[in-house]
């Protein structure tokens, strides 16, 4: 009952738009924080125990903090932790980013995690390797940076996925936008996208997708502009491991200088031929 009840208050939240999100519903105060990497490593120590909430499903486990320097590696406690994380994928391990929250005592922190056992592991769990869980400010293995899917994830378990997209330069933007499309995350889609269009089966024809290529775009070339031709190239693999690559515009616009860049999403997905995969073409 609790997990319905906290799916339907999380989904309200979302249009909250905080560092740290407060609810409050019959008396009951969930404050989600986004905290610093470096404040975590310090809450969620090596061999700490957390609950992990699937922020579109409401679904809990339980894991363990096993290592990891510049984010966690964690497995889950029990079997039975392994099967609510791998009904979270759809019952199929994947490497796809998703929006968590991590709950430890009182605190409830926006996190990401991805859904692919790798590595080594220690537990008896039915899970071979560990996982990652990503927290604002952490950090891949290969790159000195954070991860860009990640970092949507957790703006959006935050509730602050549309701030940044509505302060986000045409660059910023784009690259948000093929992220979600990376993630097959329809709400990041719709964050940064001009027209509302029926993503879901589109975002399943694309196992994979990639920017290639893409000009950058400084502020004063852009300030006094309401749209915008970006070419760009995008390589991108079908539900049939085909490659495809695209070589040609994405098209953004805005009411006003003042307001935020959208993208024109029916035209780029017509384009690219997403939509064309979508009729079995």
């Known amino acids: 009952m609790r997990s319905v009840y906290t799916a339907i208050l ?22 989600i924080d ?22 579109e499903t409401g679904k809990r486990f339980e894991v ?23 009904e979270i ?39 071979r390797g560990h996982f990652c869980i990503h927290f604002h400010g952490s950090k891949t293995h290969r790159k000195n940076a954070m991860d860009l899917s990640h970092k949507l994830m957790i703006l959006k378990s935050a509730g602050k996925l549309q701030e940044y997209v509505n302060s986000a330069g045409p660059n910023e933007l784009i690259s948000a936008y093929i992220a979600g499309i990376k993630q097959q995350d329809s709400k990041i889609i719709s964050a940064t996208s001009l027209q509302q269009i029926d993503s879901t089966k589109r975002l399943q024809t694309v196992a994979n997708i990639g920017l290639k290529r893409m000009p950058v775009l400084s502020v004063e070339d852009v300030a006094n502009e309401i749209n915008l031709e970006v070419p760009i190239e995008i390589e991108w693999i079908n539900k049939h491991s085909k490659r495809k690559i695209f070589n040609g515009n994405i098209y953004l616009a805005r009411f006003s200088p003042t307001d935020s860049w959208k993208i024109d999403s029916q035209r780029f997905l017509k384009d690219s031929g997403i939509f064309k995969e979508e009729a079995g073409n």
Not at 69 to 82: F, G, M, Y
Request: charged content about 25%; cysteine-free.
């Open 10 to 31: 999380l989904s309200v939240i979302l249009f909250i738009n905080s560092s740290s999100v407060l609810a409050r519903e019959e008396g009951v105060g969930i404050r």
């Open 34 to 55: 986004m905290i610093p990497w470096e404040k975590v490593n310090e809450i969620l120590p090596k061999y700490s125990k957390f609950t992990v909430m699937d922020l």
């Open 64 to 86: 363990q903090r096993r290592a990891g320097s510049r984010h966690a590696d964690v497995q889950p406690i029990t079997s039975k932790d392994t099967k609510i994380m791998k």
């Open 89 to 127: 994928y759809g019952g199929k391990w994947s490497w796809k980013r998703r929006a968590i929250i991590v709950i430890h005592q009182d605190q409830w922190i926006a996190a990401s995690m991805h859904g692919m056992p790798h590595g080594a592991g220690a537990l008896d769990n039915n899970f």
